[in-house]
């Protein structure tokens, strides 16, 4: 199960030296000047989770497979975007594909850095991009209103609940509020999401800020996170100078780095974290001697879906789930233990698959 967190955000705000360090490639071309990347870059990463060590090591596995997410670098948008500026319906076309958005927003100040607006205002920077997406949805909405209400009017059911979620969205937009705003209902959300809408995927806001300020933010990161709590998405503050230099250090020489620089962990993980949830994502694991594995899934998740991301023979012949949550797992040291303490479950196709879980599937072929 693959799921997509589009980073964007106006010309030199780091963008790709994010995505660089993310993916610890040097695959997205860093440079000075608008629309260094050209096509979106993709790479997956690893969801750092101290749980799946701890899993491993009691369990003696041989190897260890962690849960990964995708980032797509995709290149800077600019005001006008919505209607062809830059390479704007290109790069709105890649945000499209995307479950959610990681938005770069520069909060730092370098005189050898050009801003694309000529200042350093990164709620207006927000702003610009958020105008620019909820132009283009705007615009996509109002070209196929119109056939939908006829069909709607003509009887078609599909068309009447496409129609009603179409002109929710119309509102909101019209009054330059994005379409995540929408109020839509459990049942209706797969048909909302066929919309394809840019404004309506989650968002994460990530401050890009000077080195000095990496750990505790600075005034314009303040700014963003104040932005962020009123519209109810999250901010998470790195230096993407800095990341970039531990993605190229050895393993053992990044703890010595992050203490010097007065960090606890990179950056990155907060990223990586944060992106994770915000997509409404959890992890159980699979644990064995031969390896120990975490697997994504959507939150809320029953347990015959939940084996399928397995193999899907899995899901079909699905019986029950046997089911240890992690707090047990460690702290009886093990299956055995959990088993002999009582904390060994057998769970049908109902359960709800819970965020740490250590499941082993029982099937019919």
């Known amino acids: ?28 071309q860093a440079a000075n000047y608008p629309f260094c990347t050209i096509e979106p870059n993709v790479g997956d990463v690893a969801v750092p989770d101290v749980r799946l060590e701890a899993l491993a090591k009691i369990a003696g596995s041989k190897e260890i497979i962690p849960t990964r997410l995708t980032f797509v670098d995709i ?4 005001r006008g975007a919505s209607k ?47 105008t620019e997406l909820m132009l283009a949805d705007l615009d996509s909405l109002e070209k196929r209103v119109v056939a939908t209400e006829k069909k ?21 937009l019209r009054e330059g509020k994005p379409a995540r705003l929408a109020k839509v209902d459990p049942e209706e959300r797969k ?56 993605a190229v250090l050895p393993q053992a020489d990044q703890k010595d780095y992050l203490d010097a620089v007065g960090l606890e962990e990179p950056g990155l993980n907060r990223v990586i974290r944060a992106g994770y949830e915000l997509l409404q994502l959890v992890t159980y694991f699979t644990i064995g001697p031969k390896e120990a594995r975490a697997w994504t899934i959507e939150k809320g998740t ?14 079909k012949g ?8 992690y707090e047990d797992y460690v702290s009886c040291n093990g299956e055995a233990g959990a088993r002999e303490a009582g904390k060994f479950r057998l769970e ?18």
Do not use: W
């Open 1 to 28: 199960m693959g799921f997509k967190c589009g980073i964007v955000g106006l010309p030199n705000v780091g963008k790709s030296t994010l995505f660089n360090a993310l993916t610890q490639t040097a695959a997205a």
């Open 75 to 78: 290149a800077g948008l600019v």
């Open 84 to 130: 062809g500026e830059g390479l704007g319906n290109q790069f709105l076309a890649n945000i499209r594909e995307c479950d959610a958005i990681a938005h770069v927003v520069r909060c730092f100040e370098d005189g050898d850095i050009t801003h694309v607006e000529g200042k350093i205002d990164p709620v207006n920077d927000i702003e610009t991009i958020e």
């Open 152 to 172: 709607a009017k003509g009887g078609d059911k599909d068309a009447k609940e496409l129609f009603d979620l179409m002109s929710r969205c119309l509102v909101l």
């Open 191 to 246: 048909t909302f999401e066929t919309l394809g809408l840019l404004s309506s995927k989650p968002v994460l806001y990530v401050c890009n800020v000077e080195e000095a300020a990496a750990d505790k933010g600075n005034h314009f990161s303040e700014k963003v996170k104040t932005r962020a709590a009123e519209e109810g998405a999250v901010a998470v503050v790195v230096s993407a100078k800095i990341e970039s230099e531990i």
């Open 302 to 315: 029953k347990g015959p879906q939940a084996a399928g991301v397995i193999h899907t023979d899995f899901e």
């Open 318 to 325: 699905f019986i029950r789930a046997e089911t240890i949550a």
């Open 348 to 365: 049908g196709k109902e359960y709800v698959v819970q965020d740490g879980d250590c499941l082993h599937f029982r099937f019919a072929n």
